[in-house]
């Protein structure tokens, strides 16, 4: 045991500036193959999903073991959490078990709920407001593309002001690049977020997608109906009219522009066929990248890296 704090992974601000440069860094140098370290040796992440996943369970679950360490993967239709039993107490007990939790759930508070009732570090897995490991992936694709200072690079969001717009801008607001977004009447971003991002970056907000994506470097969607919100759907199609990435609007974009999307897609809804599949596409690095840059953050809050 040390008396080191307990470091959590719940939304992009929980690291500072650097902490955030210094992991991006720390996960090209996993990507690379440089790093050979094991920092979890030993050690065991649970990983609770009340909602499905493809990339965040295998990412999570090959990356604990690429670092040395065991994941679990826990569904919510197995443990008791799914038949009631408090967070604080499923915090607890597995505190005592795991060195490590990611969750995937719903509501923000649960999150918060965990990391404040356990002893062990918390990593946000997504929720309805957040999905920060996701922009962290997006973060080193875009590094990738344009180099490591973020600071020059133009990025919009097209689509509804869901969890990884506001994660969006959160990095915005840590890394101070200018995010537009565009999305409609109604779908607007959490509030909060949104006004202290504004404090720190150039935030540019509309309802017309092709004055978002004009000139953009970085073109970024996602589904219309994110988990949980299936029943609207229909009543989203209609909403979100007009808000489909063309190959003709990613042309609109800057010379350098790419395409990112964190996935699964919907083709034919917020993004054709031609564009994620066309030279502008980054979406694989982008899902690949989840890989890398979950290592590092783990490294960091569960390995004391
Ligand atoms: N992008 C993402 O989080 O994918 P999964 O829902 O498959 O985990
Ligand atoms: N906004 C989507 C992201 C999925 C990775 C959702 O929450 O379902």
């Known amino acids: 045991m040390t008396d080191r704090p307990v470091r959590h992974f719940l939304q992009i601000p929980d690291f500072s500036r650097d902490e955030l440069l210094q992991t991006l860094d720390l996960a090209a140098r996993m990507k690379s193959g440089a790093y050979t370290d094991r920092p979890l040796d030993g050690k065991t992440l649970a990983m609770i ?13 090959v990356g604990t073991y690429q670092l040395g360490g065991h ?3 826990l569904s919510s239709r197995d443990i008791q ?9 499923t915090a607890r007990v597995l505190s005592r078990y795991v060195d490590g939790i990611m969750i995937r759930t719903f509501d923000q508070q649960d999150l918060v709920d965990l990391a404040t009732w356990g002893s062990v570090p918390v990593i946000n897995g997504l ?28 990025v919009a969001w097209v689509g509804d002001g869901n969890n990884m717009a506001n994660s969006w801008l959160n990095a915005a ?19 909060e977020i949104l006004e202290r991002a504004r404090g720190a970056a150039n935030i ?6 092709r004055e978002a994506v004009e000139g953009a470097d970085v073109v970024n969607t996602d589904v219309w109906a994110s988990m949980g919100q299936e029943e609207e759907s229909a009543k989203r199609a209609a909403d979100f009219q007009g808000y489909c990435i063309t190959e003709e609007m990613m042309e609109t974009g800057s010379g350098r522009a790419i395409f990112l999307h964190c996935l699964p897609a919907h083709r034919g809804e917020e993004v054709t066929e031609g564009v994620i599949e066309g030279a ?7 899902a690949e990248n989840r890989l890398h840059v979950q290592k590092a953050i783990m490294a960091k809050v569960m390995g004391g890296a």
């Open 49 to 61: 999903f009340t909602k499905s996943s493809t990339r965040t369970r295998v990412s999570f679950e």
């Open 71 to 73: 994941a679990l993967f």
């Open 173 to 191: 607001y840590m890394l101070g690049f200018e995010l537009r977004l565009a999305y409609p009447a109604g779908y607007a971003p959490d509030a």
């Open 127 to 154: 929720t309805d407001l957040l999905h920060p490991c996701q922009i962290m992936a997006d973060l080193l694709t875009v590094q990738e593309n344009f180099g490591q200072d973020l600071s020059g690079v133009k």
């Open 81 to 89: 959490l799914g038949r009631g039993e408090p967070i604080k107490d």
């Open 204 to 209: 540019i907000t509309t309802h017309d997608p």
């Open 280 to 286: 502008r596409s980054r979406v694989w690095d982008e």
